[in-house]
């Protein structure tokens, strides 16, 4: 989840905005109740594990399309200091 962009206004809302934040967290890692067998059980997500930055950053050059593949789905990168950075790379 990114919150950025959030000016002197947002410094009001901070609390408003964290606990937003932390809602939508929870709602996606807590385990969910699902009844087997008559009892309650508890159903977790699976993790998705993350590739290492230099990974990233070899499929970001071997793509040549300005995007990766994390977990099966394809994501543009799109922030500037992470281009650049991705872009001036010396191997």
């Excluded at 964290?18 to 309650?40: N, Y």
């Excluded at 977790?44 to 499929?59: A, G, H, M």
């Amino acid at each position: 989840i990114t919150v950025g962009g959030i000016r002197s206004t947002g410094l009001t809302a901070s609390l408003g905005i964290g606990r937003h934040v932390v809602q939508c967290l929870l709602s996606t890692i807590v385990p969910t109740p699902v009844v087997v067998g008559g009892e309650e059980a508890c159903k977790s997500l699976p993790p998705t594990p993350l590739p290492k930055v230099y990974e990233l950053v070899e499929q970001y050059h071997n793509r040549g399309d300005g995007a990766v593949e994390v977990g099966g789905h394809v994501y543009k990168v799109t922030h500037p200091l992470t281009r650049i950075g991705w872009n001036a790379r010396t191997g």
